[in-house]
């Protein structure tokens, strides 16, 4: 095994940018992976892919021109990495469960704007690389936890509607539960749909989970109240969007839950007795 090498910061910041970390990491006798890793944790940027290849060039992509702490002293190689590898060996679904924490959290106290690979990464002491074989692209961890919302919120729909014996109960029910579920989930989800390319892929996502139930309650419309399916279509979705920005508000704290119950429910149960309402 390879003697451990004692070096300051900025030095290992200069020979990064110097050589490709898979030729630096094989002279420090270490994997390119975890030469990475200890970048990443340390805040020290390496050149970004494909730099090596001069596909950078002409781009204005240079070296960092300070770093912090540049006399701090860094360790790389020897047995004193074997215990650390050892404790943070995982499994993918370990990491993956992980990562989809840390970006919920960083969502919700920094902003979405926040979330990107190498600040989760570096939250969680893992390696840039580490995060990209979990997921490919900042959007696919995004897209995930915002599934992981979704589904969150048609399975507590479904319960919800589950104790509703006539449409009318089901109906409301429905209704109640989506503003009480925005109200305890927080604004994650309406900040994940900010994204223009996540909201089209949940969009789509959503749009199979649901539509089997408003077929459904579309067709009962249209046999309740004898109209057409296309006027049912249009009523069932006026009203849905009245709930769905009421939850928007809710979610933000723009307006209390009890306030947009008291505004939202009337409407819901007028809507419904009629032959109307949300799925």
């Given at each position: 095994m390879a003697a451990p090498t004692k070096l300051k910061r900025l030095e290992l910041?200069?020979?990064?940018?110097?050589?490709?970390?898979?030729?630096l990491a094989e002279e420090f006798?270490?994997?390119?992976?975890?030469l990475a890793k200890i970048?990443?944790?340390?805040?020290?940027?390496?050149p970004p892919k494909g730099y090596w290849q001069g596909r950078h060039r002409g781009e204005g992509v240079e070296k960092p021109a300070s770093i912090s702490d540049p006399d701090g002293i860094v360790t790389i190689g020897g047995g004193g990495g074997r215990d650390r590898r050892q404790r943070s060996r995982m499994s993918a679904q370990e990491r993956r469960r992980l990562m989809l924490d840390c970006a919920r959290k960083m969502?919700?106290?920094?902003g979405l704007h926040?979330?990107?690979l190498k600040a989760v990464a570096k939250k969680l002491a893992m390696s840039e690389a580490q995060?990209?074989?979990?997921?490919?692209?900042?959007e696919d961890l995004l897209v995930e936890l915002a599934f992981e919302e979704v589904q969150a919120f048609e399975t507590s729909r479904l319960n919800a509607v589950e104790r509703g014996g006539s449409r009318l109960a089901k109906v409301v029910l429905s209704s109640m539960n989506y503003l009480r579920e925005v109200s305890r989930r927080g604004p994650l989800l309406p900040q994940l749909l900010r994204d223009f390319n996540v909201r089209v892929r949940v969009d789509e996502l959503r749009k199979n989970m649901r539509a089997h139930a408003s077929k459904r309650h579309v067709e009962a419309v249209v046999s309740d109240k004898q109209i057409d399916q296309e006027d049912a279509f249009a009523?069932?979705?006026?009203?849905?969007?009245?709930?769905?920005?009421?939850?928007?508000?809710?979610?933000?704290?723009?307006?209390?839950?009890?306030e947009a119950e008291r505004?939202?429910?009337?409407?819901?149960?007028?809507?419904a007795m009629e032959g109307y309402g949300s799925s």
């Open positions: 910041l200069d020979l990064v940018w110097s050589k490709p970390v898979s030729v006798g270490v994997s390119p992976n975890g970048c990443d944790r340390l805040d020290i940027e390496r969502t919700l106290d920094e926040h979330v990107t995060a990209h074989n979990i997921f490919p692209t900042r009523a069932v979705s006026i009203v849905t969007a009245i709930v769905v920005r009421a939850g928007g508000l809710v979610s933000s704290g723009v307006l209390p839950i009890e505004l939202c429910i009337p409407i819901t149960i007028q809507s």
